[in-house]
């Protein structure tokens, strides 16, 4: 907000008007002082190069004089308004391999013709770069967690003084707060912090503010625009029949990956009618790859995640408790999911719930008992939760992170605090489909 605030006066703001120009011989001294502070030990440079024998020196070396012209060029003339596209440095550099950034964005996209042929044009077009530019100062797109310091100052020999400082986490370090004599001002121009990094090499933040960065950022941004659209895009070179029925049910999918062989597909589907925050993780398998018997277990995992979905979520305290506390991420998946991995949250539940041989053996007799990770992302005090949901309607809660399970189906204080799921102990409890408590059981995690 402060950013688009800044922005925003800047351009309400008259341009300054350029400044009597000067030589790179009329400086007679030059002030870095270029610092970063975050994880870790900070770094810093605060030197002053003085006029000696026609150079500005110091110990460390000269500067050169051109780059300093190019500099003294920039600051002399740079206004405030923003910068387009060109200023930028979109040029044939930038687009040698525009399938770079797709192939972070989906692997494997990369590889099938029509995606990138759709993917270029939408790299290259006037309206990504416009988007691009407008976002970086407007809702800390690229803000890192740290805080860089850049300040020059250059004094010239007739008295004259230019300094140019920033401390923003932004690309290019932009906006630079410039004082051009009795002028001040901000400006989003990137020729400055070019002009900076040309000419103090040993500056800590030349690498953020030369811009070297801009290509993979604006790759990672197209990416985020166009997720959905580079995922459609795949999906429907690879199996266009199930490309078809996600369209025709409304199906969407988020956090799609492909295996490098095309023949396996992982990610996470919501249906039409679902909470907001509710999905299935999906697991479509058909190596060797064969596009027939890939759309085809496709087809059948989704309808059969559907299925498995739509009657948890019809459970009536599942229904309440969306209606009561409609910030949860609820994620859902078959038992066997994630098998392959003994650490994984499927298996640690599922030897919980053997604990208690009789629940094994109902378990182990119910091909559509569903896993449930629950997670509170606003609102209140945050809790996690970890749930089988048996065929019959049955809910068995094996985990939690907070003190008391102050959410859900039970109500505050009915399960003893010390039971979440990094101790040793646990509590095995069971609800029916109203959200009673049907059993609770302590039981030893060791070994789990």
């Known amino acids: 907000m402060i950013a688009a605030l800044a922005l925003v006066a800047a351009l309400a703001s008259p341009s300054p008007a350029p400044q009597a120009h000067h030589t790179a011989a009329d400086i007679v001294s030059v002030e870095l002082d270029s610092s970063w502070g975050g994880l870790g030990a900070g770094r810093y440079v605060r030197t002053t190069y003085r ?90 797109w690229k803000a890192s967690d740290d805080y860089p310091h850049e300040r020059i100052i250059l004094r010239m020999s007739d008295g ?29 121009a990137p020729a400055l912090p070019r002009a900076i990094a040309d000419v103090f090499t040993i500056g800590v933040n030349r690498d953020r503010f030369s811009g070297d960065e801009i290509e993979n950022d ?17 999906i429907a070179a690879v199996a266009p029949k199930l490309a078809a029925f996600i369209r025709r049910n409304g199906v969407m999918l988020k956090g799609v990956s492909l295996a490098s062989s095309l023949a396996e597909l ?69 038992l066997d999911n994630n098998a392959h991995n003994p650490y994984s949250s499927e298996v640690s539940t599922r030897r919980t719930v053997c604990k208690i041989p009789t629940l094994c053996a109902q378990l182990d007799r119910d091909p559509g008992a569903v896993f449930v990770y629950a997670n509170q992302i606003g609102g209140g005090t945050p809790q996690a939760t970890e749930w089988v949901f048996l065929s019959d309607g049955r809910a068995i809660l094996t985990g939690f992170s907070s003190e008391l399970l102050t959410v859900g ?13 990094w101790m040793d102990r646990a509590t095995v409890t069971v609800f029916d489909r109203e959200g009673q408590i049907l059993s609770s059981v302590p039981v030893t995690r060791t070994g789990i």
């Open 51 to 140: 006029r000696h024998d026609g150079y500005l020196s110091n110990d460390a070396g000269s500067l050169s004089s051109e780059h300093l012209q190019t500099l003294l060029n920039v600051i002399e003339s740079v206004d405030a308004s923003t910068p387009s596209p060109t200023e930028f440095g979109f040029g044939t550099t930038l687009y040698d391999r525009p399938v770079d950034g797709l192939a972070r964005c989906l692997n494997v996209a990369d590889t099938l013709p029509d995606v990138v042929t759709w993917w270029s044009a939408v790299f290259v077009s006037s309206e990504s770069r416009r988007a691009f530019i407008a976002t970086l100062y407007t809702n800390d």
């Open 266 to 334: 992982d990610g996470y589907a919501s249906f039409i009618g679902w909470p907001r925050n509710a999905r299935f993780e999906v697991r479509i398998r058909a190596a060797p790859y064969n596009a027939p018997l890939f759309q085809k277990a496709g087809i059948s995992e989704l309808r059969a995640s559907s299925a498995l979905g739509e009657r948890v979520l019809q459970t009536p305290w599942v229904k309440h408790w969306f209606a009561s506390v409609p910030t949860w991420y609820f994620v859902m998946s078959t």
């Open 218 to 234: 604006y790759g990672m941004f197209v990416c985020k625009q166009n997720a959905e659209g580079v995922r459609q895009r795949t």
């Open 409 to 421: 189906p039970a109500p505050a204080g009915d399960i003893a605090s010390g039971r979440g799921w």
């Open 160 to 188: 004259t003084n230019y300094s140019a400082q920033s401390d923003t986490n932004n690309i290019y370090m932009l906006p630079f707060h410039v004082v051009r004599g009795d002028i001040v001002f901000d400006t989003y």
